[in-house]
């Protein structure tokens, strides 16, 4: 009996090996993918979580993928982008890059970079699972698990693989969402935005193989969204082909419906407005001046009811709290929109999350929006402010709404700082915010503009129920809006990525050349410069400290901190440090903005008797592959007359 007990246990153990050794391979597949890699790291952490807690529960790593429609995009090539011809004399033209991100139905992708030219030689394969009417709730999970992108990216699917029919053309004549693409340009100095177009798959549904080649016109964006910049050639395959296919006629017929449908719905969207804009102007002569905006222009130039711009946003696993939700929003850099009109006035633009997140930078509007959906995601009631500063200048923050207690906490997504509203407080007090004027909050289910004596922060009741003070917009007007955008809400918006970046790499590489540039610049003043590496290990805990308060506003550790200093620097010998925090993880450029600081420079230079240096870098990474990098320079010597 026990014999056979061993063998049994033999067995498995040799079973399980030989399943790591499977899914180990197929991970290396994937290594040269920062999202597939990166998923990975999250699904090993999920699978041996699970083991312990649910016995029944199938980890990602081995979860079975059921037959799906897929749609396979295939760019190949890019041609007329005439902007290249201009840009060649620049001195960073030949380091630039192009880089593809498309989004389709709650799926997100990126191509790999291709050096900017006229003809630049994209060649990159892009697959998505396509939602059907007939099993739509479970298309949409399928699309959103993490197992299975994982799945779709370390198995190369090809057509042969697919020969029996998902469903056919009628399943899908009705799905309307299109596949949005987005060009970035991207150089070792910047990112900027070059083209977002929304192109149509449906043609494929009247090829009898289910095959369609096209050629895609991509326009330039905000001031440049009338002018084209270049063209893709892209081929659309359905896998497996459909059962039946569909006619020229039936296609344009379900097209024309569709479009006469949001014609019609716009014609009545209008006219709602127009009324209650005009009652609501008719309330007070004051009201003109107010910061109040029904719609919002893309960065293609299209005007959108300004709801249909937030969804909530799950960001699983990846962020865990609504303060670390600001945090993460907070590291996005914070870049103005350069978008002047035919009156030389600036224009507000609220980009697509997809271009957003593509880029990596954008203006308070973009930063807003994506903290709104994410703090919406954590169930909270969350909402976005359309309002002044103090220095006269439009602003958009987001404010949270307990409606129990009737607490207000105004969140800023520039810095990630909360603040909890206190009526009465005026603005810049201590502790206090800039906000001076609301003109009007709303999400993506309702729209309120403020119609109190004071639009002044401090004077605002935030009892949006109250029809005396806030004027709300019609929720089933609001409600048609999204219905007509998207056949799903949730595929609004693209999905938060994990990072690849390692934090450990990345702050030692960092430190090491930092203390290489602190060494040089000892040098040339002709000064000595020896270092103290068991001190740098000390100062981790502070630099833990720092970021630990950044996201949940308590400082923890610090203490503990400040005893070991105490403990290891010898009486007589005199202590300084110089913290900073970046939001990249380029050392020149670091040293660079630290030698602007007096106290830093007072630090280099100085002089007296055992003069020792330590330097420590903590780098705290978060989704789309920002991170949060922590230094510190300390300085111990005995002075000396």
């Not at 081995?62 to 005439?82: A, E, I």
């Not at 309307?176 to 060009?183: G, N, S, Y």
């Not at 270049?230 to 395959?237: D, M, N, R």
């Not at 607490?407 to 009465?424: A, C, D, K, M, N």
Request: charged letters at 20%; a negative charge.
């Amino acid at each position: 009996m026990e014999e056979a007990r061993s063998q049994e246990s033999a067995a498995g153990d040799e079973a399980d090996r030989l399943i790591d050794a499977v899914v180990h391979k197929l991970r290396s597949n994937v290594h040269a993918s920062k999202a597939a890699t990166c998923s990975e790291n999250v699904v090993r952490g999920q699978t041996v979580a699970a083991k312990s807690s649910n016995a029944s529960y199938v980890p990602y790593g081995r979860t079975k993928v059921s037959p799906s429609q897929l749609l396979q995009v295939n760019v190949l090539g890019g041609r007329g982008f005439t902007n290249e011809v201009l840009e060649e004399d620049k001195s960073d033209h030949a380091k630039s890059q192009f880089v593809l991100h498309c989004q389709y139905a709650g799926q997100r992708m990126s191509a790999a970079s291709v050096p900017c030219s006229t003809e630049p030689k994209f060649k990159h394969e892009f697959i998505f699972t396509v939602p059907t009417t007939t099993g739509l709730k479970k298309s949409a999970t399928e699309a959103c698990n993490p197992s299975i992108a994982l799945h779709r990216c370390q198995h190369r699917i090809e057509p042969s693989q697919y020969t029996e029919p998902v469903c056919s053309s009628g399943d899908l004549l009705s799905h309307q969402d299109a596949i949005h693409i987005v060009l970035v340009r991207t150089s070792a100095r910047d990112a900027t935005l070059q083209a977002s177009h929304h192109m149509s798959w449906r043609r494929v549904l009247v090829s009898e193989t289910s095959y369609h080649h096209c050629f895609v016109e991509l326009h330039g964006v905000y001031s440049e969204s009338n002018l084209p910049i270049g063209i893709l050639e892209v081929e659309l395959q359905l896998l497996p082909s459909l059962s039946s296919n569909t006619s020229e006629e039936v296609l344009s017929s379900q097209m024309d419906c569709e479009r006469n449908r949001h014609v019609e719905s716009d014609r009545l969207l209008m006219n709602y407005v127009k009324q209650w804009w005009k009652d609501f102007l008719g309330i007070r002569v004051s009201h003109t001046h107010r910061p109040v905006k029904l719609f919002a222009k893309d960065e293609n130039g299209d005007s959108n009811m300004i709801c249909s711009v937030i969804h909530p946003l799950v960001a699983d696993r990846l962020i865990n709290t609504p303060r670390q939700a600001a945090r993460f929003v907070s590291l996005l850099p914070f870049t103005p929109i350069p978008w002047i009109d035919g009156s030389n006035h600036n224009v507000s633009c609220w980009t697509s999350m997809l271009a957003f997140l593509s880029r990596g930078h954008g203006g308070c509007e973009d930063h807003a929006v994506l903290l709104c959906c994410l703090l919406l995601g954590f169930g909270l009631n969350a909402y976005i402010c359309i309002g002044r500063q103090v220095n006269d200048e439009d602003h958009v923050w987001v404010v949270t709404i307990d409606e129990d207690t009737e607490q207000v906490i105004f969140w800023e997504s520039l810095t990630g700082q909360r603040y909890i509203h206190v009526p009465g407080q005026e603005p810049q007090a201590a502790e206090s915010h800039t906000y001076a004027t609301v003109g009007c909050i709303f999400n993506h289910q309702t729209f309120y503009a403020n119609i109190q004596p004071s639009d002044k922060v401090g004077a605002c009741s935030f009892l949006l129920h109250d029809n005396r003070r806030w004027k709300a917009v019609s929720e089933s007007a609001i409600r048609s809006v999204s219905s007509q955008s998207q056949s799903s809400p949730a595929w609004g918006i693209p999905p938060i990525r994990p990072s690849a970046i390692s934090a450990h790499l990345v702050s030692q590489d960092i430190e090491y050349e930092l203390c290489i540039a602190v060494q040089e610049h000892r040098e040339k003043q002709g000064l000595s410069c020896s270092w103290d590496h068991s001190l740098s290990l000390l100062l981790t805990p502070a630099l833990a400290s720092y970021e630990s308060e950044r996201c949940s506003g308590v400082s923890v550790g610090n203490e503990e901190f400040q005893m070991a200093i105490r403990h290891y620097v010898k009486d007589g010998i005199t202590f300084k440090a110089f913290p900073i925090q970046f939001a990249h993880s380029n050392p020149s450029r670091m040293f660079e903005t630290c030698l602007r600081s007096p106290v830093f420079t007072d630090i280099l230079k100085c002089h007296g008797d055992e003069v020792r240096y330590s330097l420590r870098v903590l780098t705290t990474v978060y989704p789309e592959d920002l991170c949060a990098v922590w230094l510190m320079l300390a300085v111990q010597y005995r002075s000396v007359l």
